[in-house]
Every structure is written in structure tokens, then in C-alpha cells.
């Protein structure tokens, strides 16, 4: 399961504060139910254009990964939670839009990896690789 986030009109305050991002991702796994597998990895960058700027943060979990990376010039952020374990996609949507602020957000949620955490066989529609 891959849930992605794109959020606007945040707080800006917080989408440029390494601190909060890194608390964040390292205590936000334990509470959707994923196993942290490394402490998480946030720096803050500065883009080619002053709007441009902003913190990217990540922690692995054994489940896959959790990404945020924010732009405070825009009050913009972009977050990616995969996982092959299933987890409450709406409630995380509401506790991310409380953590930043969020007046706007758009979600998507793509099914990946699920085949594995169920343990079911991919579906025979399945793509397949040739290899040579």
C-alpha cells in the first residue's frame, strides 16, 4: 500500500523545522504500526530557484519507507508512506493534516506489495520481464 500526500497552505514554521520532521518520522511509525529499522535521515536543501528550499526527511521501515519532503516558500509538502502492511490510510491523512497545518490535501492511495504481506499470489495480470 502506497499513500501520497500532497498538502498546501501548511505551516510553514514546521515544514522548515529539522527537528520536528525528525521526531516526526521517528515516532510516527510505532503509532500506524510499522517497525522503524534505522534512525530517520532529514536534511534541509536548498534548490536552484530561493522558493525552492525546504527539509527532506526518510526512515526505512521493514514494511518499506516514509518520505516527506517540504517546500516553506510554498507551504507545500509532499509525503509518501509504502508498505506492504495494510494501515488506516484515512486516519493518517487526518493526523499528517494536523501535524502541518494542511488547509488543502490531495491523497492517493496505490495497492503495492499487499500480494507479499497476504501471502496471495500476484494476479495473472500481472506484468511480466523478459530477461535476457
Known sequence: MHLIIDGYSGNAQKMQ???FIYQLLDTYPSQIGMTKISPPQVSKYIGS???DW??????????????IHTFPERSYINIDIFS????DAEQTIRDLQQQFG?????????????EYYNN???????ASVNRK
Open 102 to 114: 494542511l488547509a488543502e490535501i490531495r491523497s492517493y492511495i496505490l495497492s503495492r506489495g499487499l
Open 54 to 67: 525546504g527539509v527532506s526527511g526518510f526512515v526505512l521501515i521493514a514494511e518499506s519507507h516514509i518520505s
Open 17 to 19: 523545522d529539522v527537528d
Open 84 to 87: 506492504c502492511k495494510e494501515f
Open 49 to 51: 530557484k530561493p522558493e
Open 120 to 126: 496471495q499470489q500476484p494476479s495473472s495480470l500481472s
